[in-house]
Structure formats: structure tokens, C-alpha cells
């Protein structure tokens, strides 16, 4: 079974500097998706960004971006020039496809770290 | 906008009375999930569906069933509902195809259990 560890309970950043929210997952899959989601106070589950295992290439939106390190199995997220609205509690979220080549699968998420950006 | 809805947003049972909470998507997904989050942890599955085809976890508690009666809706039923079931309750869909989809979740249901 896959696990996502995310070992930083809470974080906080003054508006407009960097912070970066560490994760690591646990699998024997080659081949896998992998998330970050944003739960604000009370409201809905939103996608921050993804990244699939076979790409290489760093996942980038706006002002988030990731550091993906196969070997290593760490899933950092990056939020640059962070805004009062980024505070959230940030879930990571790994997925192994249930059919190859889809997107069909189960979301196994980490604890969770709740991020409060400070004016 | 395409989205997904669940009602209610709040929900009150009493210990052992049964609650039916609902799901919705206009995205015409193929693939519903029901999660269980309780405070500040993370989201637990509960179980899922592709098109009509149930899957349940290992260790989702016979307590709780799920009906789908079509592409659209989903529920879930807590037969007899234990103050332990009190929760938020996440619905999502994803479309199961090809590519890198992710889920999009509704809104939640908050339950409260006296």
C-alpha cells in the first residue's frame, strides 16, 4: 500500500516571501500521479497543481511550482510571493491508476499542513 | 459551471437514526468517490464508483452503504449513525479516462451526530 507523509503539521510565511511545503510518499509503482490540493477554512477541496512520475520536467502554475524527486520520492511544493489567500490547509495526494494509462485510480492524501500567510 | 454539489452543506442526526447525504455533477463524470475527513486529518475513502460498479475499502464499517442511480447522483447512507461517524463527508468525481484528471470535489457535507 502507498503512504504520503507530510511532515510539517503547520507552516507560516509573511505575505510575499516563499515557503516551501515538504512531502514524501511511499510505492513500489513505477508509473503514478501526484498532487497537491488546497482546503481553505470551511470551503471546497480545490487542485493546486499535478505531476505525473514519467515527467521529468518540474510541474509549474503561476506562482506554484514543485520539486519532484523520483528516486528520492519527495514531493516538495513551492509557493512564491505568497498572498493572504493562500491560507490553507495543503494536502498532498498520490495516485496509482487502477487501469493503465488512465487517470482512474484512488487519491491516498498526507496529514496535511496548515499554511497561514501573515501580513 | 460544471461542478459538484452536495446537500445538504450541514447536516444533524440523532445516534442511530439513519442520514442519507447527497451528491451531484453536471461534469458527467464517470468515476464518484465518497470520502470521510475528520477534523484536520487527512480525507479517508470510503468507497467509489465507476459508472455502476461499486468498490468498497477494506475498512469502510458495514454502517455505511452508497447508492447510484445514475451518472449524476450519488448517495450515501449511514444506517445507524455512531457519534464516531460525526465528520465532514467529501464527495468527488474524476472522469477515469486517459491522461492526468484530477478529482474535483464538492463542497462537503458536515455532519454532526447527538
Known amino acids: 500500500a502507498q503512504t504520503v507523509t507530510q511532515s510539517q503539521p503547520e507552516m507560516s510565511v509573511q505575505e510575499a516571501e516563499t515557503v516551501t511545503l515538504s512531502c514524501t510518499y511511499d510505492?513500489?509503482?513505477?508509473?503514478?500521479?501526484l498532487f497537491w490540493y488546497k482546503q481553505p477554512p470551511s470551503r471546497q477541496m480545490i487542485l493546486v497543481i499535478r505531476?505525473?512520475?514519467?515527467?521529468?520536467q518540474n510541474a509549474t502554475e503561476n506562482r506554484f511550482s514543485v520539486n519532484f524527486q523520483k528516486a528520492a520520492k519527495s514531493f516538495s511544493l513551492k509557493i512564491s510571493d505568497s498572498q493572504l489567500g493562500d491560507t490553507a490547509m495543503y494536502f498532498c495526494a498520490f495516485m496509482k491508476p487502477l487501469a493503465g494509462g488512465t487517470s482512474y485510480g484512488k487519491l491516498t492524501f498526507g496529514q496535511g499542513t496548515i499554511l497561514t500567510v501573515h501580513p | 459551471d460544471a461542478m459538484v454539489i452536495q446537500n445538504p452543506r450541514y447536516q444533524v442526526t440523532q445516534f442511530g437514526k439513519p442520514v442519507t447525504l447527497s451528491c451531484s455533477q453536471t461534469l458527467n463524470h464517470n468515476v464518484m468517490y465518497w470520502y470521510q475527513q475528520k477534523s484536520s486529518q487527512a480525507p479517508k475513502l470510503l468507497f467509489h464508483y465507476y459508472d455502476k460498479d461499486f468498490n468498497n475499502e477494506a475498512d469502510t464499517p458495514d454502517n455505511f452503504q452508497s447508492r447510484r442511480p445514475n451518472t449524476s447522483f450519488c448517495f450515501l447512507d449511514i444506517r445507524s449513525p455512531g457519534l464516531g461517524d460525526a465528520a465532514m463527508y467529501l464527495c468527488?468525481?474524476?472522469?477515469?479516462?486517459?491522461?492526468?484528471?484530477?478529482?474535483?470535489f464538492g463542497n462537503g457535507t458536515r455532519l454532526t451526530v447527538t
Open positions: 505531476q505525473e512520475a514519467y515527467k521529468q
Open positions: 510505492t513500489s509503482e513505477n508509473n503514478y500521479y
Open positions: 468527488a468525481t474524476s472522469t477515469g479516462g486517459t491522461g492526468n484528471s484530477p478529482l474535483h
